[in-house]
């Protein structure tokens, strides 16, 4: 075989493979950039769901130390004080909570990371955060005027139901992210 054909054959060979290897590079890159944006939907939910959480295990707290007539564990703490360390957490929840709202609502107006269905969702769920942080200032009212019965009324209605609703909420949103992500796994493992 003359040298010339070899160079003929191997260039033939380079123009029939590269755009095939170059459309693979793409689909891979749009893939892991996908993947990205999933992952962030996913980091946005656990974060959606962590500070509710914390929202209720602070006010629950609250409660019942109050129900409970716990004795205080902080050497510290005034002895004359309107509350107790428990209660005076949950009057603490605004200040601490409020802020994080803003990258919530932020992830939720970004486009690619949610569907336009799943954003919107998204951004309901962060709404009924938003109620709950804000409950916490009535809850703490009725703790720290020692209405226990109206805190714990208080607590189930305006607090452990629209709780659970971002759970639920968020679980939802989540396994459509979920499947997403599976989608994707199988669409990379397609490319060779």
Known sequence: MKFGTIVCCAALSWALIAPAAFSQE??????IAELGRR??????LNSLERLAARIVYIESIGMLSEH????????NWPENAATTTFVYSVNNIYGR????????????SRSGIFSDDERERFASLVDELELLIEGSQTFYDLLAAG???EANLFFRDN??????GIVQGSYTI??????DISRIGL?????K
């Open 159 to 164: 607090i452990r139901a629209p709780y659970l």
């Open 39 to 44: 992952h962030t939907a996913v980091a946005s």
């Open 97 to 108: 909570f409020k802020p994080e709202l803003a990258a919530l609502r932020r992830t939720a």
């Open 174 to 179: 989540g396994s459509g992210v979920s499947r």
């Open 68 to 75: 409970g007539d716990w004795a205080e564990e902080q050497a």
């Open 187 to 191: 669409a990379a493992k397609s490319l």
């Open 147 to 149: 209405q226990t019965s």
């Open 26 to 31: 793409q689909d891979a890159k749009s893939l």
